[in-house]
């Protein structure tokens, strides 16, 4: 389906496909829309207004009775009002928008992005990339042959606080590094079996569900809840183990260069322990897993996530973070501190910093009118990393099947059941996958 037949009634300027966002130069604000304006959505709102380098001119959602608050949010903050829309594809069609920021469900992630690196737009896409390894790679293929720059959300890449850990683990005093680890144990809640009812009034239900089958509104498949549901979301290990995952992967790889060894890569097997054990709820992900990730260079690695969503305790003292050990010690990861560890356990180092987003959009901005790729680049760190999270959770659908990875096609070997997971059997019309062009 290409972006013409996609959009439908649009302009027949804003569908050249040859369009393209007006260049930011160096002393110009970069013009951003908006799409998505709850949750996530409306934290970044409130980071991209308050960057002296942005004016918000727009925002999209498809429940209105969002973009109240997030109009609010803009005008504190630009002191005026961004103009407003139920209908992402007016901000992708508007060409004196140079950039998108993509804050919705996990399922509405790939079309915005395809389209707007179509338009020319570089995108802030929030993590995981998509819903699936196929939208994933639809992603990549739209930034690579559109030049774009697209920024995943996950924003520990641009923090101090992990730069100076990287920093420490390339220095060699780990010594040799052979397993790292990634883990959440914050405890969540169960979500119950509530009945179906009907949409709430100023939502477009049928827009929400887009690529997703046709099925009966159910709050607990809507806002906040869906990235407990295949149709929508990632579970768990896309939502936060994405963070913790890409930071053990980093640290890990920090630990190749300081070993003067081969790069990591996408690894070369996965498997999944574990399933839906604790809660007893409508949630269809597991919220107990244990992921190992093989790597099988000349030098073997083990990567491993854990997930214990139930428990009330922290492991390594921190209630999600990650870790790389090696024989002369170890450095502990967390949302606000890392803690390094040499010989006979003794705390040798330690550095706080938080997690804030601002770095992130910054180098987002500054990538934009430079055209340098970003800290969490789409195609070489925010896309592999998604990977991972997908992987996991396709084995744990098949039962902890051990997964050869092909690493060329990001596919399965000749597993067809789990080559049947990496995207979805069928896309609602119209809301397909757009050709890249």
């Avoid at 009907?198 to 887009?210: A, E, I, T």
């Avoid at 073997?300 to 024989?327: C, N, Q, S």
């Amino acid at each position: 389906m290409n972006r013409r037949s996609f959009l439908g009634g649009t302009t027949a300027g804003a569908l050249a496909l040859s369009a393209s966002a007006r260049a930011a130069g160096a002393n110009d604000r970069v013009r951003v829309g908006a799409i998505g304006a709850g949750g996530r959505a409306l934290q970044l709102i409130r980071t991209f207004a308050s960057n002296k380098n942005v004016d918000l001119v727009a925002i999209a959602d498809l429940d209105s009775r969002r973009l109240p608050a997030a109009v609010a949010e803009v005008q504190k903050r630009q002191n005026r009002k961004p103009w407003t829309t139920g209908d992402f594809r007016r901000i992708i069609d508007d060409k004196k928008i140079d950039a998108l920021v993509v804050g919705t469900p996990d399922h509405w992630h790939a079309i915005p992005t395809i389209l707007g690196c179509i338009a020319g737009k570089d995108v802030y896409v929030e993590k995981p990339d998509a819903h699936n390894i196929e939208e994933g790679m639809r992603m990549v293929a739209a930034m690579r042959r559109h030049r774009r720059i697209v920024q995943m959300g996950s924003q520990h890449r641009t923090t101090q606080r992990m730069i100076t850990a990287l920093e420490y683990i390339r220095s060699g005093a780990l010594g040799r590094c052979l397993v790292a680890k990634a883990w959440e144990s914050d405890r969540q809640r169960p979500i119950g079996r509530p009945a179906d009812g009907k949409p709430p009034d100023g939502v477009d239900y049928d827009m929400w569900l887009g690529s997703a089958p046709l099925r009966p509104f159910n709050r607990n498949r809507f806002h906040g809840n869906w990235r407990w549901f295949y149709d929508y979301g990632t579970g768990d290990l896309g939502n936060d183990g994405v963070h913790r995952l890409d930071m053990a992967f980093a640290a890990l790889n920090a630990a190749c260069i300081a070993q003067k060894e081969e790069p990591l890569g996408l690894p070369a097997a996965v498997y999944t322990s574990g399933n839906k054990w604790y809660f007893d709820d409508a949630q269809e992900f597991p919220d107990t897993m244990q992921v190992n990730y093989e790597y099988h260079g000349k030098t073997p690695k083990l990567l491993t996530y854990e997930m214990r969503i139930w428990a009330p305790y922290r492991m390594e003292d921190e209630t999600e973070g990650a870790a790389v050990y090696g024989d002369q010690g170890y450095i502990v990861l967390g949302n606000r501190r890392w803690r390094a560890f040499g010989p006979g356990g003794k705390l040798v180092r330690e550095v706080s910093g938080d997690s804030h987003e601002g770095p992130h959009v910054q180098d987002f901005i500054d990538c934009i009118r430079s055209r340098r790729r970003p800290a969490c680049d789409l195609e070489t760190i925010g896309h592999p990393a998604s990977i991972l999270c997908h992987a996991g959770n396709i084995s744990a659908r098949l039962g902890g099947r051990k997964l050869i990875i092909d690493p060329r096609t990001e596919t399965f070997g000749n597993d067809k059941e789990a080559n049947a997971l990496r995207g979805r059997r069928e896309y609602r019309k119209p809301w397909v996958l757009p050709e890249v062009g």
